[in-house]
């Protein structure tokens, strides 16, 4: 079900954010801002998204069907931050999302968005 590598990026992000002292409310560094953005890719694709990162001009991006294959397009000349948005309210609309392990501050981004 779920692969080993995910547990242990899982376990050591938690880790690394107890040991920081992270705080999910204080805002997002740069870094912060592409790890999510790297742990919200495989994590839609581990939901059987396949994630397009294209030139899109004045389009955000967003999901939806080709075929009978979900996909998520992503403005690739969007910031991060942007691109990050996109993919989490794609995310946070799959009920699926809840069953996958991911760190904390992915999960509490998530249920901010849910509510």
Known sequence: MWNTAARWRIAAL?????????????????????????ESLQLAR???YCVR?????????????????????LNLEQ?????????????????KTQLQPMSRLLKSRLEALRE
């Open 79 to 95: 910031p991060s931050a942007q691109r990050l948005d996109v993919l989490l309210r794609v995310l946070a609309q799959n009920l």
């Open 14 to 38: 938690n880790s690394a954010c107890r040991h920081r002292g992270i705080d999910s409310r204080k805002p997002q560094t740069m870094s912060d801002t592409l790890g999510l953005l790297e």
């Open 53 to 73: 990162e294209e030139p899109l001009g004045d389009l955000p991006g967003g999901d939806c069907w080709i075929g009978h294959a979900a996909h998520i397009l």
């Open 46 to 48: 581990d939901l059987g």
